[in-house]
């Protein structure tokens, strides 16, 4: 005697639809979350003196699927910033192109000068990327990935 599905296949490939859709959402969340932690590390202990306020304006994030931004943090003037506001949007928009497939959280800081405010010891993005590498595997195992 076999078995016999009373199913109908339909309400079976709806469900499984269903629950992907639940599961990318929970992912896209969790990445906004983790990508508003890293601007918020970044804009509130960034340890250099921003004069002109273009190195924070130029401080962002993207969450993208399968190479379509899902989500976006609104790039937000600081001071007189607004040349950082500008190359923040353009250097993202610049990575967004790399990354076709999946998930991925993109942070930038896109004055070309903070490498080397970095490497003068003064933290831009530095503390915000050890932030994201402690938080996102955490989150991402209550989401019931390994």
Do not use: W
Not at 9 to 22: A, C
Not at 90 to 99: A, S
Request: glycine fraction near 10%; aromatic fraction near 8%; charge should be positive.
């Amino acid at each position: 005697m076999g078995i016999k599905s009373l199913t109908p296949r339909k309400h079976i490939e709806q469900y499984t639809v269903q629950q992907l859709r639940r599961i990318e959402l929970s992912v896209v969340n969790t990445l906004m979350y983790i990508g508003e932690q890293c601007i918020n590390e970044a804009k509130n202990n960034g340890a250099y003196t921003d004069q002109t306020g273009n190195l924070r304006s130029s401080i962002g994030y993207v969450v993208l699927h399968n190479g379509r931004v899902v989500s976006t943090m609104k790039f937000e003037q600081v001071k007189q910033g607004g040349k950082g506001l500008k190359n923040g949007k353009k250097f993202i928009n610049e990575l967004i192109g790399q990354y076709s497939k999946g998930f991925a959280l993109i942070v930038v800081a896109g004055m070309d000068y903070a490498a080397y405010v970095e490497a003068r010891g003064l933290n831009v993005l530095a503390s915000s990327e050890l932030k994201a590498a402690d938080v996102t595997p955490k989150l991402m195992k209550k989401l019931g990935f390994k």
